[in-house]
């Protein structure tokens, strides 16, 4: 894949997370009815989409790190919650995981070759 297709790879799994975090969080399956202060989670994930919209590689490689909060959090709410909250869970894993395969793979695309260093 190209860097453009990952970029944009990247940048939908996060704007999708950050959506279903809201949604989950005040309608869907909030923790308490009418919606919680969980939601307050999507704020970190505010953090990289302006680097990720102009392109900084280094967002893209924090973003790696920062996003096993969220596939943390996901598989102990979809092995503990059940109805409907685990299956948003289930789904926060996956969405956390393809984030972090679009942006690995985006960071190694665009690394500095090694063989100019020579």
């Given at each position: 894949m190209n860097e453009s297709t990952l970029r944009r790879a990247s940048l939908a799994f996060l704007l999708a997370l950050i959506a279903l975090c809201v949604c989950w969080e005040l309608w869907l399956a909030p923790v308490r009815?009418?919606?919680?202060?969980?939601?307050?989670k999507v704020l970190p994930l505010l953090a990289p989409l302006r680097g990720m919209l102009h392109a900084r590689r280094y967002t893209f490689q924090w973003t790696t790190l920062m996003i096993w909060l969220?596939?943390?959090?996901?598989?102990?709410?979809?092995?503990?919650?059940?109805?409907l909250s685990a299956q948003l869970a289930a789904v926060e894993t996956l969405f956390a995981l393809a984030l972090?395969?679009?942006c690995a793979a985006y960071s190694r695309v665009t690394a500095p070759s090694r063989q100019a260093t020579k």
């Amino acid at each position: 894949m190209n860097e453009s297709t990952l970029r944009r790879a990247s940048l939908a799994f996060l704007l999708a997370l950050i959506a279903l975090c809201v949604c989950w969080e005040l309608w869907l399956a909030p923790v308490r009815p009418g919606g919680s202060w969980l939601v307050l989670k999507v704020l970190p994930l505010l953090a990289p989409l302006r680097g990720m919209l102009h392109a900084r590689r280094y967002t893209f490689q924090w973003t790696t790190l920062m996003i096993w909060l969220y596939f943390t959090e996901g598989v102990v709410r979809a092995s503990s919650d059940t109805g409907l909250s685990a299956q948003l869970a289930a789904v926060e894993t996956l969405f956390a995981l393809a984030l972090f395969a679009s942006c690995a793979a985006y960071s190694r695309v665009t690394a500095p070759s090694r063989q100019a260093t020579k």
